[in-house]
T-cell receptor
């Protein structure tokens, strides 16, 4: 599975959009981009995933560049409860034996 | 609501004792569950894949005789840390596979402290 690069930390003002970037320049054509987050001392939580089209759900939006070498997770109106470590993971979706490889992620601090 | 539970949420034990951690799938019969370990200020590392009715698959470097995994039913997987030592102190998290590869539902984690 391709490697991802994320900034170690970011700050965001409460109520503003949080844009979390992820670089995955070696991504293969059959690899999806997954986003999870982990609030302190809890298990990770799935947020969203996509292949090449932009995706949106009740939690966030995922914007994937046309060349698929990078993506951005957008939390449209960040709240204090969105403070967490956000992980961008690339994985072959069709493989039932593939595993999630967590990197260091981005620590997002939402400030009042 | 939660779809995966873990018990206990935290445990403190003496060095040399064994500790069992339970992971339950609350809403789905899970043939595959995963066990992760997370040391302080580090990321999650997959330890093993638990398969109902068969032997678990361990990641490289994880001692299968030390971390015993039993997945005897479609809703319960257990991880037993045998002869625990202080270096086994960690946050242990389980997850269950969903119908979508790559999409896992995680439990709340178990904090193990070995004195």
């Amino acid at each position: 599975d391709a490697k991802t690069t994320q900034p170690p930390s970011m700050d965001c003002a409460e109520g503003r959009a949080a844009n979390l970037p992820c670089n995955h320049s070696t991504i293969s054509g059959n690899e999806y981009v997954y986003w999870y987050r982990q609030i302190h001392s809890q298990g990770p939580q799935y947020i969203i995933h996509g292949l090449k089209n932009n995706e949106t759900n009740e939690m966030a939006s995922l914007i994937i560049t046309e060349d698929r070498k990078s993506s951005t997770l957008i939390l449209p109106h960040a709240t204090l409860r969105d403070t967490a470590v956000y992980y961008c993971i690339v994985r072959v979706a069709g493989s039932s034996t593939g595993k999630l490889i967590f990197g260091q992620g981005t620590t997002l601090q939402v400030k009042p | 609501g939660a779809v995966v539970s873990q018990h206990p949420s935290r445990v403190i034990c003496k060095s040399g004792t064994s500790v069992k951690i339970e992971c339950r799938s609350l809403d789905f019969q899970a043939t595959t569950m995963f066990w992760y370990r997370q040391f302080p200020k580090q990321s999650l590392m997959l330890m093993a894949t638990s398969n109902e009715g068969s032997k678990a698959t361990y990641e490289q470097g994880v001692e299968k005789d030390k971390f015993l995994i039993n997945h005897a039913s479609l809703t319960l997987s257990t991880l037993t840390v045998t002869s625990a030592h202080p270096e086994d102190s960690s946050f242990y998290i389980c997850s269950r596979a969903s119908g979508t590869p790559g999409l896992e539902f995680f439990g709340p984690g178990t904090r193990l402290t070995v004195l």
